[in-house]
């Protein structure tokens, strides 16, 4: 968001997958107080929950392999 002086502030949405969209964010002025939102991509949310599942499941499959190691 970049507010002009005594004018309205300004809101700009940049696709970075596109590469004029990166030329375009390196162009936009920042200045003090000025707020860069970037989000997360869609798939993070996804890499979240597959992340707990393996969490959950590796202690069990190492243990599993470790006993079979032991026999």
Known sequence: MVAQPGGVPAVYHLNLRDPA??????RLP???????????????D??????????????AVTGATMKNAIK
């Open 21 to 26: 969209g990166l030329f375009l964010a390196r």
């Open 30 to 44: 920042m200045r003090n107080k000025d707020i860069l939102y970037v989000s997360n991509a869609p798939y993070t």
């Open 46 to 59: 996804v890499q979240k929950v597959f992340n707990l599942i393996n969490l959950l499941v590796t202690p």
